[in-house]
């Protein structure tokens, strides 16, 4: 193990290994590591092999890039008998490959060391291998690191996951926003909009743009609009008001500046920042108004 942490050059590159019918436990595992972890990009081939590339260079690129693999296993990983000489293994193939090759990065800010990571990572099974089902050349996936992972029980084994590579590579997970205390006062007059009202209110062409969002979480409410302006000035003219405006009555929104483009998405944070209040659908209404008065001073 490497003591030393990550190169902040390079980012942290890791390859998924899979059969077909783990794709979207693959695609899954891509998007919470990238979610989770600081300057991390995982490769998963179907999404960063593109059209019409040599798919066996390709994917030798990928894993000459990566640091670490992660290998997926189920039951039936590693298919018995001989392969017909047009239907290669690519999964045998892309192992092998991956613990012969040197890597084309660095970890630590070292020159290459070819050594490259495995998680071996055993998908509603013992993670153990059948001695029938690991061919000899793979042989060097037996003292890794196994872990299980099972889907009634998936967020502690992810976190699990996360915690090994963030050990072996030093790498960080990302910071949650960090609030200042609930004032319990607002937390107080902090209630919820009932559904049905504020179904009628986003109806009303003062709240033109506004759209619920939950962002893929069962126990929260967001409202949510873009705001588009005709330059970069007045997006930051905008930007200045509403602050002033989230000031004076202790207010803020969740937003984010892009050229002449601001996304904002309210919700109150003395409510438990799950849910929609009063005080999102004032801030909504003045955002509005304040968007409307710059395109007509233009």
């Known amino acids: 193990m490497d003591d030393k942490p990550h190169s902040p050059l390079v980012p942290l590159n890791i390859f998924i290994s899979y059969r077909r019918e783990m794709l979207p436990i693959a695609l899954l595992l891509k998007s919470q590591i990238e979610g989770l972890l600081q300057f991390v990009r995982v490769a998963v081939d179907v999404e960063d092999v593109p059209i019409g590339a040599h798919f066996p260079k390709r994917l030798e690129i990928l894993i000459e890039q990566s640091h670490a693999v992660i290998v997926l296993i189920g039951t039936g990983w590693m298919p018995k008998g001989e392969r017909p000489p047009d239907r290669p293994d690519w999964v045998l ?3 092998q490959y991956s613990y012969s090759a040197k ?23 013992e993670p153990v291998f059948d001695p029938s089902e690991l061919p000899q050349s793979l042989a060097f996936l037996r003292p890794s690191n196994a872990l299980r992972m099972d889907y009634d029980s998936w967020s502690r084994d992810v976190s699990a996951l996360l915690n090994a590579i963030v050990e072996t590579f030093k790498a960080k997970l990302r910071q949650e926003l960090v609030y200042e205390k609930r004032d319990s006062a607002k937390a107080a007059q902090a209630k919820a909009v009932p559904d049905a009202v504020l179904s009628a209110a986003l109806d009303f062409d003062d709240y033109r743009g506004w759209y619920l969002d939950n962002f893929g979480r069962a126990d929260a409410l967001h409202l ?28 803020h929104p969740d937003w984010r500046n892009v050229h002449k483009f601001v996304k904002v998405s309210l919700s109150t944070w003395d409510a438990g920042k799950k849910m929609v209040t009063i005080y999102d659908l004032g801030l909504a209404l003045f955002m509005n108004k304040v968007a409307a008065d710059l395109t007509r001073q233009r």
Not at 107 to 118: D, I, L
Not at 230 to 245: G, L, N, P, T
Request: glycine share 6%; aromatic share 16%.
């Open 93 to 95: 193939h892309e192992l």
């Open 103 to 125: 890597l084309s990065s660095w970890t630590g800010g070292e020159p290459n060391r070819g050594k490259r990571e495995f998680f071996p990572v055993f998908l509603n099974r």
């Open 224 to 251: 949510v609009k873009t705001f588009e302006f005709v330059d970069f000035v007045q997006a930051a003219e905008f930007m200045k008001v509403v602050s002033e405006y989230c000031r004076i009555t202790d207010h």
